[in-house]
Each structure stands twice: as structure tokens, then as C-alpha cells.
């Protein structure tokens, strides 16, 4: 599928086909039924406490998300799990994911969604049926359907900073218009992130977004509360 234009990191890439992109559109859409819509990453406990409470410090979240949090290393799980394939290095790859995925919310976040995505994926376009991390199981099906790992990173990443949003939208008063202005802003550090990913491997993962990690620790005992991270 595709024609080949060049390599990052070693990585082959081709050009996406029109199948490509309705595909990947059709992985990270809010109908595919991983059950995204009931998970906040910690958002909710950041809007209970008053952390987050406007549309810029909802930003200023999501970059630190990107840059320094889960935004950025499973964008590397991803493309990780891409490059490896159906091979049993992607076992490993999502051992690291699950163990990076520190508070107990968030590797049930994870794992959940991921194993969501691999019914329904491996149902509809065939593959393996192993349960993985969401973002190695988005990462190895990609491979597996030939779809091109930076389009396929770039989406995963607009994706996630989307669902974020909409679940900020539930939770404070964040417009419908001023949450898609989030997103438009948001887009390029997605891509931006994505390429960095591209040009790096597993030895680049690093997490320090720790308010996000605590806040996810401390929804797990919050009451009463709308989602289940």
C-alpha cells in the first residue's frame, strides 16, 4: 500500500492512500467502541480541586501531557510496536507499557482500551487477538494493515488530546466552540510530538508530568465522581 518516500529512524514510510486514512479515521473516532469517553486521565480530580479551571490551564495540562507525561512515551510504545511488528519483542514492548503506566487507574485505562481495540479490531480486519496497552495494540495493528506509523501516531496523538477535551467539557464550563479552538491549538504540538517519536526510540522515554500522575492517584478513592479515571 503506498508508494515508499524516505525513512525516519530507520523506519520505512510511504505515502498514506485514501483506505489508509478512513481506516485510521474510523481506529481513533469517538464511535470506535474502546470505551474512551469514560476515562478523563486523571482530568477529573484536577477540575475538583480547582488545578484546572479554564480553558488555558486546561492547555497548559495537555502540553505538559505531551511533552513530558503519557502524551509522549505512548506515542514511543506506539511506534515502538509498529517497527516490531507481530514479533514477540512487541511482549516486551507492552510489558514496558503497562509497568510506565504507574497509578492503577492508568494501567487499567490502558489496558482496557487496548484490549477493547483488539476485539473489535482483530474481529473486523483479522490479526492477532492478544490483549495489549492501547497504544501497542494501536501500534501493532497499524503494522499489520500496512498503514503508515507517522500518520498513525499523529492520529492517535489528536485523538487522545480530543477526548481529553470532551471529557473537560462534562466536567467545567468549556464551550463547544472554545473546546474545538483547543483542539485546532493543540494540533500542532500532536504532530510535533508524533515526529519526535519517529526520530527516537524506547531509550527516550521519560516521565515527569507528576501532577498528572498524583492526580490520577487520587481519583481512585474521589466521591462522587463521573469517570472511571
Excluded at 117 to 123: A, K, L, Y
Excluded at 145 to 160: I, N, Q, R, S
Excluded at 166 to 189: D, F, W
Aim: net charge negative.
Amino acid at each position: 500500500m503506498g508508494t515508499v518516500t524516505g525513512t525516519i529512524a530507520g523506519t520505512r514510510m510511504h505515502m498514506a492512500t485514501d483506505l489508509d486514512l478512513l481506516t485510521l479515521m474510523q481506529w481513533v473516532s469517538p464511535a470506535y467502541p474502546v470505551g474512551s469517553f469514560a476515562y478523563s486521565h486523571g482530568l477529573e480530580r484536577l477540575v475538583q480541586t480547582g488545578t484546572v479551571a479554564s480553558a488555558d490551564d486546561l492547555q497548559d495540562w495537555l502540553c505538559d501531557v505531551l511533552d513530558f507525561g503519557s502524551g509522549w512515551s505512548d506515542t514511543l510504545f506506539l511506534v515502538a510496536a509498529w517497527r516490531a511488528g507481530t514479533g514477540d519483542e512487541v511482549l516486551d514492548i507492552d510489558a514496558r507499557a503497562r509497568a510506565f503506566a504507574g497509578p492503577a487507574e492508568r494501567r487499567m485505562e490502558t489496558g482496557q482500551q487496548g484490549a477493547a481495540f483488539v476485539r473489535v479490531t482483530s474481529q473486523v480486519w483479522g490479526g492477532d487477538e492478544a490483549d495489549m496497552a492501547y497504544p501497542v495494540a494501536v501500534g501493532r495493528a497499524a503494522r499489520a494493515a500496512g498503514l503508515p506509523v507517522d500518520l498513525t501516531a499523529k492520529m492517535y496523538l489528536h485523538a487522545f488530546v480530543s477526548n481529553l477535551v470532551s471529557a473537560a467539557q462534562r466536567l467545567m464550563p468549556l464551550g463547544q466552540t472554545a473546546a474545538q479552538a483547543l483542539v485546532h491549538r493543540m494540533a500542532p504540538l500532536c504532530a510535533a510530538r508524533a515526529e519526535a517519536a519517529l526520530a527516537a526510540d524506547l531509550s527516550a522515554l521519560s516521565g515527569t508530568a507528576f501532577l498528572a500522575e498524583i492526580a490520577a492517584m487520587q481519583h481512585e478513592t474521589q466521591e462522587p465522581r463521573i469517570f472511571r479515571t
